[in-house]
């Protein structure tokens, strides 16, 4: 049944317990931003000498700084603020997409501090070349990292597809279909990194890592949703659920594929071998042909198509807003199985919202059972500019550091 | 960020302690099914002596009840075996539905003991007339009930509908808008019910109710599924998500609507407001007519309409290839979405599946992305005959009794 009722925790050893407070303690300064030992006390619930404690455990293994003076707001007595370290421990993210890969480190406060983007076609290219040349974008990312004296925990891969176990099932629009991703990305960047050590590598699906960068780092109206479903619009069409602030991952970790829910069973066949699928009226290809721009025109032709909307074309505005019909039915059905509170476009759905976006709501607002759905009502936006899949997966990367500061230091060390 | 981590508890009452306890011994025993009071210390982690104290309490409140000597299979020390009490506490679910009311009284064990059912037309009733119906159904179910011995802690009502805070937001199919269904229900048993009182009423969407009962009850191959989408097949098709054995609510409580996603964007319209939902082509009503059966036929019309595809008749056959290749196509999109490890079709569906389940299962193969549905693989089955939703909405009440038996005992009294 599903009242879980635990047995009060069998007590645990000291060493144990001190790994699991310094990690609650790291944790309050990062959520909130700045704080004085006695707001950590009374955040966590530990005396404020154990608290002082742990801090200087923190300080000394350069998890934290400490800042001038403050006063805290309900003693009147000063304190010395904490804030994360802006140096030290990171993490390091890799997002391989179809048409470009961008690596970036984040600090432990989630802030993108180094980023390298490159724009090129993998398609057609052989996965391992694909993984070869993201480690060297990797690697020249992680030399501007240590001139700012930034060493990062692990890598995370964001890949366009379906990945479990560190492999790509099936990535249909790279062509992959079983690349042990994370293998061959560790092995390629072991052979051209500088410095001594294996960085551990992991791997998520894109639209998951850009869904937890839009939850974590989103700014502006509406962006604190804490259940919402994320579209990320590229040459595929990627998405993911979050679902009480936590990312609905699925019995074997594939749930969020709603580029392969169908959208008309008599659609054109699509490279997943169903037919009508999203990503055949909503995916980047699609959207270009449809207004007339040259199909693998890529980013470029995601702009042009923007000027060209901006400009009243009216071949350019009709596409969008066949597009937006189709995502919007497609995303009625996920709305009617799921109830979130939002429904997020994130990567060229961004800029294109304002054609796109009122054909979306329409859809929505016909079509979602509950009548909870308004045209207007604020609920569908564009992502934030804050976030994107390279940034949610540094970010996972830092989200354990900070889970086991302690095992950060056992393996990377202290400054 | 995600990995929540929570201050070790802060010390407890002793009072609250021990209330908490009570519930982890009652709910290991019902886990269980029979267990020796050695067992069910082992199990919790608590000293043989506080478990024996804490039993003699659920003895005395009538929870649980001793039988004969077993022996413990570790030490060969003979114990008493422990089982829940089989009169006393129990749970009252009414299921109402389009064209029928069941109501049955679970015990602790969940076990149906007393079940009421009544085929009416709820259709074109005011809704109060239909809930004050249900509340003279549930009124002599009660009746039994006493006789059995069975004390209700409360009602949980299962309702076709999107409901929530106690009120049904809407039922398309029965016509119900913003219907305040618990205190309408609650003031017509107030007034039949014989014995003094008011039992709290309860209420939740009756897919919900049903795929818990499949969750909790279900038997035979694979019903231990834990993330399972659940369809149930009646005048409406109704809902539900399971994740890792918890019903995924969404955020206003109206998830799992797959009856109103689209199959198709141009399709019929319907009583939602919508066109095309899953409804005007796998609905009770769009079967039977497809088949040439009368379509306000009800149950009996089922009944008929297996007849005929048993036989053979192509016209029925047809019928319920044709809704089984919708319901597949809807379903594909829900799988990707959702990734779970089955897919279970309660109600009307059940009995049809020998006609409807292989064009499920094509449409599933053939549209899932992950490529791990494979047609006669065994993840799509019919709903066990051993749960409904009266039944879930039964046990929803008795995991109350469970989760807090001290608060039973305040409220209803001891034996």
Redesign the interface.
């Known amino acids: 049944?599903?009242?879980t009722?635990d047995?009060?925790?069998?007590k645990a050893d000291k060493a144990t317990?001190r790994r699991?407070n310094l990690?609650?303690v790291l944790?309050a300064v990062?959520d909130e931003g700045e704080a004085t030992r006695a707001a950590v006390a009374a955040r966590?619930?530990?005396t404020r000498a154990a608290v002082s404690s742990l801090v200087e455990q923190l300080l000394g293994g350069g998890f934290l700084t400490e800042s001038g003076k403050t006063f805290s707001g309900q003693a009147g007595r000063p304190g010395t603020a904490l804030r994360v370290a802006r140096t030290g421990p990171a993490g390091l993210g890799v997002e391989i997409n179809i048409d470009y890969v961008s690596v970036c480190v984040v600090d432990l406060a989630g802030t993108d501090r180094v980023r390298l983007t490159e724009h090129l076609d993998n398609r057609d290219v052989p996965p391992g070349e694909v993984l070869a040349r993201a480690a060297r974008i990797a690697a020249r990312t992680l030399e501007s990292a240590a001139e700012q004296e930034l060493r990062p925990a692990g890598v995370r891969l964001a890949l366009p597809g379906?990945v479990s176990g560190g492999t790509v099932?099936?990535a249909?629009n790279l062509g992959w279909n079983r690349v042990a991703a994370e293998e061959l990305f560790g092995r390629a960047l072991g052979a051209v990194r500088p410095g001594p050590g294996d960085l551990p590598v992991g791997s998520d699906n894109e639209a998951n890592a850009a869904a937890?960068a839009e939850l974590?780092f989103g700014e502006g109206d509406g962006a604190r949703a804490r259940?919402f479903l994320y579209l990320s619009g590229e040459i595929g069409v990627g998405?993911a659920?979050v679902?009480d602030?936590?990312?609905?991952?699925?019995?074997?970790?594939?749930?969020?594929?709603?580029g392969?829910?169908?959208?008309?069973?008599e659609g054109p066949e699509c490279r997943?071998?169903?037919?009508g699928?999203l990503e055949q009226y909503a995916g980047q290809a699609a959207l270009l042909r449809g207004a007339g721009v040259d199909e693998q025109g890529g980013l470029p032709g995601v702009a042009e198509l923007e000027r060209r909307a901006a400009a009243g074309d009216a071949r350019a505005v009709a596409a969008l807003e066949r597009a937006g019909r189709m995502l919007g039915?497609?995303l009625?059905?996920?709305v009617?199985?799921?109830?979130?509170?939002a429904v997020v476009l994130g990567g060229i759905y961004r800029p294109l919202m304002p054609w796109l976006g009122a054909a979306v709501d329409r859809e929505l607002a016909?079509?979602v059972?509950?009548?909870?759905w308004v045209a207007g009502g604020g609920r569908l936006r564009a992502s934030s500019s804050s976030g994107d899949a390279a940034r949610g997966a540094a970010?996972l990367v830092v989200?354990?550091v900070?889970?086991d500061p302690a095992g950060y230091a056992e393996r990377v060390g202290t400054p």
Not at 245 to 258: D, K, P, V, Y
């Open positions: 049944m599903k009242n009722l047995p009060l925790e069998p317990v699991h990690s609650l944790r990062h966590v619930g530990l379906l099932r099936q249909p937890l974590w259940s998405g659920i679902v602030g936590e990312l609905l991952r699925g019995a074997h970790g594939f749930a969020g594929e709603i392969h829910v169908v959208a008309d069973a997943c071998g169903s037919r699928c039915l497609v009625s059905g996920a009617n199985l799921l109830d979130p509170d016909l079509r059972v509950s009548g909870l970010a989200r354990d900070i889970a």
